[in-house]
């Protein structure tokens, strides 16, 4: 996420009420989660197995519970919570708006574009030309749409992203002020949910196929004319490179890559990044050649059981 205009790092300390270590006009650009970061930004990291990573990172601004030694060419913030301190700079810098029309005044929609009854479009998004958006599909503020792309019924884009920390109280939702952002030619099917990344964006690229009752998560990026069918859920901030396909009731877990024309079975568990122009299978989800000889070593141990009680 970047800011509407550049701010220093004393502007940013004042609006959350911390101490920090740098220049007072150290300029500060934006905030973004570690995995996207860019010189300008700020990241934060609230536990010392991260903190090595978040110092090292390309963030020129680290919002952290220690004073540390502070990496040349970078600057700290110093809260007691920066988890609670980076939710107060999204909602500062992307409020919460409520709508009072179905369509938002701001909502920009491309010649040849066609809302059917019933649907929610929010404030600030952008629709392309010879669309389709059929009943009862929401779209929440700031998300993106290219041309010829068709949403079917009951499809949800830019819901918040299931990100929380445990507290003593209960569970403390990681604010979302990031977008979803579809490219031309993409297929949506009905009842799907589109997470909104957290400061970035869930994106889906060009051509991409989705079926029903897909789930995908905050700050992924699906590539180019992938194909998903019914059920699958992609936690956050996975990547699926370009041409991959995946079948029904697949779960893949977050953080991990799917390489380029990877084809990945039903009901299989991803839990690792997978490469490129292989076909997976299983749980946990492994290539087709790796899987059939665990399977047939599987089959063998009755066998083997039965000749040691005969030793």
Same mark, same amino acid.
């Given at each position: 996420m970047?800011?509407?205009?550049p701010?220093?790092?004393?502007?940013?300390?004042?609006?959350?009420?911390?101490s920090?270590?740098?220049?007072?006009?150290?300029?500060?650009?934006?905030m973004?989660?570690?995995?996207v970061?860019?010189?300008?930004?700020?990241?934060?990291v609230?536990?010392?197995?991260?903190?090595?990573?978040?110092?090292?990172?390309?963030?020129?601004?680290?919002?952290?519970?220690?004073?540390?030694?502070?990496?040349?060419?970078?600057a700290?913030?110093?809260?007691?919570?920066p988890?609670?301190?980076?939710?107060?700079?999204?909602?500062?810098?992307?409020?919460?708006?409520?709508?009072?029309?179905?369509?938002?005044?701001?909502?920009?929609?491309?010649?040849?574009?066609?809302?059917?009854?019933?649907?929610?479009?929010?404030n600030?998004?952008?629709? $392309?030309?010879? %669309?389709?958006?059929? /009943?009862?599909v929401? @779209?929440?503020?700031?998300? &993106? =749409?290219? *041309?010829?792309v +068709? #949403?079917?019924?009951?499809?949800?884009?830019?819901?918040s992203?299931?990100?929380?920390?445990?507290?003593?109280?209960?569970?403390?939702?990681?604010?979302s002020?990031?977008?979803?952002?579809?490219?031309?030619?993409?297929?949506?099917?009905?009842?799907?949910?589109?997470?909104?990344?957290?400061?970035?964006?869930?994106?889906?690229?060009?051509?991409?196929?989705?079926?029903?009752?897909?789930?995908?998560?905050?700050?992924?990026?699906i $590539?180019?004319? %992938?194909?998903i069918? /019914?059920?699958?859920? @992609?936690?956050?901030?996975? &990547? =699926?490179e *370009?041409?991959? +396909? #995946?079948?029904?009731?697949?779960?893949?877990?977050?953080?991990?890559?799917?390489?380029?024309?990877?084809?990945i079975?039903?009901k299989?568990?991803?839990?690792?990044?997978?490469?490129g122009n292989?076909?997976?299978?299983?749980?946990p989800?492994?290539?087709?050649?790796?899987?059939?000889?665990?399977i047939?070593?599987?089959?063998?141990?009755p066998?083997i059981?039965?000749?040691?009680k005969?030793?």
């Amino acid at each position: 996420m970047k800011f509407p205009k550049p701010y220093t790092l004393k502007e940013i300390s004042d609006l959350i009420d911390t101490s920090y270590v740098g220049a007072n006009d150290f300029p500060v650009l934006g905030m973004n989660e570690i995995h996207v970061v860019e010189p300008g930004d700020i990241v934060f990291v609230d536990h010392p197995k991260y903190y090595d990573k978040a110092l090292e990172s390309a963030a020129t601004i680290v919002l952290i519970n220690k004073e540390v030694e502070c990496p040349e060419g970078k600057a700290l913030l110093i809260s007691d919570d920066p988890f609670r301190d980076f939710n107060k700079l999204t909602e500062h810098f992307k409020p919460f708006k409520s709508s009072n029309a179905a369509i938002a005044a701001d909502a920009v929609i491309g010649e040849g574009t066609i809302i059917q009854p019933n649907c929610f479009i929010g404030n600030n998004v952008t629709i $392309g030309k010879n %669309c389709v958006i059929h /009943s009862n599909v929401s @779209i929440y503020d700031d998300s &993106i =749409i290219g *041309d010829n792309v +068709t #949403i079917h019924a009951g499809s949800v884009l830019g819901a918040s992203a299931f990100y929380y920390k445990k507290r003593p109280e209960g569970y403390d939702q990681l604010k979302s002020g990031g977008r979803v952002v579809i490219e031309d030619n993409v297929d949506i099917g009905a009842a799907c949910t589109i997470d909104r990344g957290v400061t970035g964006d869930t994106t889906i690229k060009k051509g991409a196929k989705i079926d029903n009752q897909v789930q995908v998560g905050h700050d992924t990026v699906i $590539g180019e004319k %992938c194909l998903i069918a /019914s059920q699958v859920g @992609i936690a956050g901030c996975t &990547i =699926i490179e *370009d041409e991959v +396909t #995946i079948w029904g009731q697949v779960g893949i877990t977050s953080g991990v890559t799917i390489g380029k024309k990877a084809v990945i079975s039903a009901k299989a568990g991803v839990s690792k990044s997978l490469e490129g122009n292989k076909s997976y299978f299983g749980i946990p989800a492994d290539d087709f050649r790796s899987k059939y000889k665990e399977i047939a070593s599987i089959r063998k141990i009755p066998e083997i059981l039965d000749k040691l009680k005969d030793l």
